[in-house]
């Protein structure tokens, strides 16, 4: 009886020790929650042709219009000649080309503060007050003038901050005029005339992947981890750009990681890496800073990619640590030429490492039955 007492108590023993998975196991798969993330904050990408420049949009020409390239989250800022007004509804003209490009959302501030924001910055500069926001469905017919909006406001300002923060999926945005009123109804005299003060803006996280690449695929974080060199991930942030990925097998320990490459412009692979791992509720919004949560460091270094496109780079180690975590923050810190590179890009990421062995207490407690029943 002793000696089978024994024996159960090291098999006990040798199943608490021993490890449950004998080699690594891919830790990601397609449809993991994955979001793009840059921890360089909140910039501006505004910019914007010598011809198409934001003055445009006040010279009542359907012909002309202002465009800029920071596309989704542009706008801009006026200050009306008249002074003090009040605005209660506006109205957008539509462009010569491209749909995509038209506003689908607005959001209209107001301040009496002195404009210190810079042309092509973020424009929070000074303190606004959020007058009004909603969506807009301006018309597919170009060079045409939209519907009134209204703008729910009781308050005179100085000046005033048009945002847009959405539009039909391309990565410029364009509008050819608008037109502020003092009236819901939008009557009354134009506010905005050829002359006053006007400032491109564009505010939004570095963080930001084309709706699609050159041939019309997805070029977001999701196509990191597709299973396919087709897609790829592609970031405008550059450096201090990557990933927050929450794998769906659950608790994991890292031991190595594998990049392929993008299918075109080496000098957007990434150089060096910091892996960053969490046991919290992920709540950080996708192309944000990725520092919602409290993170630990796990591992970092160098990795040196193929200068062939489409294909598998090196097994890269990490530090084992002992703590298994639900989701980590990969962040790729340099580039390999960051001077000519516009972004950085990966075509597919590969975790490996060891799942958190719970079985290992499934076990123990039936040997521990086994035990009990036996000493009966």
């Known amino acids: 009886m002793k000696q089978e007492r024994l024996l159960a108590l ?8 021993a490890p449950v998975w004998a080699a690594s196991t891919p830790i990601l798969k397609p449809g993991d929650f994955i979001i793009g993330i840059d921890t360089d904050g909140q910039v501006s990408s505004s910019s914007y042709p010598a011809a198409e420049n934001p003055p445009k949009l006040l010279d009542s020409d359907p012909g ?14 006026v200050t009306p000649s008249l002074g003090m007004t009040l605005v209660q509804s506006f109205t957008l003209t539509t462009a010569n080309d491209s749909a995509a490009r038209d506003p689908t959302s607005w959001e209209v501030y107001g301040t009496n503060a002195a404009i210190k924001s810079a042309d092509n910055s973020t424009g929070l500069a000074e303190s606004w007050t959020l007058m009004d926001q909603g969506l807009i469905a301006l018309p597919a017919a170009r ?18 901050k048009m945002m847009w923060p959405t539009n039909g999926g391309d990565s410029l945005l364009q509008v050819a005029d608008a037109a502020f009123y003092p009236m819901p109804d939008g009557t009354g005299m134009n506010l905005l005339a050829v002359g006053d003060p006007i400032l491109a803006v564009e505010v939004g996280w570095q963080s930001r992947s084309p709706a699609a690449g050159p041939t019309g695929l997805s070029e977001g ?3 990191a981890i597709d299973g396919t060199i087709a897609w790829k991930y592609l970031n405008f942030g550059e450096e ?40 919290d509720p992920i709540t950080s919004a996708d192309n944000s800073a990725g520092t919602s949560e ?6 970092g270094g160098s990795v040196d990619l193929p200068s062939d496109r489409d294909t598998l780079g090196p097994m890269l180690q990490i530090c084992n640590q002992a703590e298994a975590y639900t989701s980590y923050r990969m962040l790729f810190t340099s580039v390999k030429n960051a001077a000519a590179a516009n972004s950085m890009q990966i075509g597919e990421i590969q975790f490996y490492g060891v799942p958190e062995p719970a079985t290992v207490c499934l076990l123990g407690l039936g040997c521990l039955a086994l035990l009990r029943r036996r000493g009966q």
Do not use: C, H
């Open 64 to 77: 002309t219009k202002y465009l800029n390239r920071g596309g989704a989250g542009s706008g801009f800022i």
């Open 294 to 299: 409290t993170w630990k460091l796990i591992a």
């Open 143 to 160: 060079k045409t003038l939209g519907p009134v909006v209204t703008v729910n406001n009781m308050a005179p300002y100085t000046s005033y």
């Open 240 to 279: 201090n750009s990557g990933f927050i990925v929450t794998p769906s097998i659950g608790p994991s320990t890292l031991d190595s990681f594998q990049i392929t490459t993008a299918n075109d412009s080496p000098e957007r692979d990434p150089t060096i890496w910091m892996l960053y791992g969490t046991n």
């Open 10 to 17: 090291l098999v006990l023993l040798g199943l608490m020790t």
């Open 221 to 223: 974080p999701k196509s």
